[in-house]
């Protein structure tokens, strides 16, 4: 017998959304230069969550929309200063969870680009992940 696509189980296990590259300029570090004439940043976004009706429906609405989450990096980073790339990223991450219900694990990647200091460095990086208990 002939089983057709709609004939077969199929489900969707996990979704992964991935947001790389987004550039920023903040006034984020340890150094006074830091704090008055900023860096360049750069942040990488994963999503893991329960919008597997997304895949199916092929609706907005049924996902984590991606300009919504740039969005939100870009407000962390303006509202504010960071002493630590560590605790931009955990920022990000908290807020991430607490505004898109449907995130269960969010991995956010900060880099500072030519981190004063260091010689001829291309970037420093931190990565946090956090998850809904």
Known sequence: MNESIEDRAVRTERVRLRVERIE????????PGERTRGNSFRVDLEIDGD???????????ETIDYARMVQ????????QSFCLIESLAGAIAEELLARFP???????????????GLG???????????SRT
């Open 51 to 61: 919008v597997g009706r997304a895949v199916a429906t092929d609706r907005l609405e």
């Open 102 to 116: 449907a995130a269960e694990r969010v991995a956010v990647r900060v880099a500072k680009l030519t981190p004063p």
């Open 120 to 130: 001829r460095v291309a970037c420093t990086s931190a990565e946090v992940v956090k």
């Open 24 to 31: 920023l300029r903040g006034r984020h570090g340890i150094h």
């Open 72 to 79: 939100l990096v870009r407000q962390v980073n303006r509202r």
